[in-house]
C-alpha cells in the first residue's frame, strides 16, 4: 500500500521559512520521481518542484530562487525548504509520486503566509 504522508506545515510570517517534509512508503522510493503541488483557494492545483531518482530537479517561476526540493533515499523522504515566503505562496501543499502508473497524493498540509 502506497502512503504519502506530508507534515511541517503551518502559519509564518511574510519573508519567514518552513520546511515540509513527505515521508513515503510502499513504493521503491530511490527510483521514484517525486514532486510537490499546492492549491490555493479557488485555484487549481498547481506543480511547484519536483526531483527525479537522479537529483536533477525542477521548479515552477513563482518559486525558483526561494524553494528547495531535495531527497534523502535512506529515509525514503523528500524536502521542500522554502524561504522568502509570500502571501502568494498560502496553499494546501501535496506530496505527488506516480508507481506502477498509478498517480498517488498525500492528505496535504496548510501553508499559511501573514502579512
Known amino acids: 500500500q502506497v502512503q504519502l504522508v506530508e507534515s511541517g506545515g503551518g502559519l509564518v510570517q511574510v519573508g519567514g521559512s518552513l520546511r515540509l517534509s513527505c515521508a513515503a512508503s510502499?513504493?521503491?522510493?530511490?527510483?521514484?520521481?517525486m514532486g510537490w503541488y499546492r492549491q490555493a483557494p479557488g485555484k487549481e492545483r498547481e506543480l511547484v518542484a519536483t526531483?527525479?531518482?537522479?537529483?536533477?530537479?525542477n521548479y515552477a517561476d513563482s518559486v525558483k530562487g526561494r524553494f528547495t526540493i531535495s531527497r534523502d533515499n535512506a529515509k525514503s523522504t523528500v524536502y521542500l525548504q522554502m524561504n522568502s515566503l509570500k502571501p502568494e505562496d498560502t496553499a494546501v501543499y501535496y506530496c505527488?509520486?506516480?508507481?506502477?502508473?498509478?498517480?498517488?497524493w498525500g492528505q496535504g498540509t496548510q501553508v499559511t503566509v501573514s502579512s
Open positions: 510502499g513504493i521503491f522510493f530511490s527510483f521514484a520521481a
Open positions: 526531483i527525479l531518482m537522479d537529483g536533477i530537479t
Open positions: 505527488n509520486t506516480v508507481f506502477t502508473m498509478t498517480t498517488y
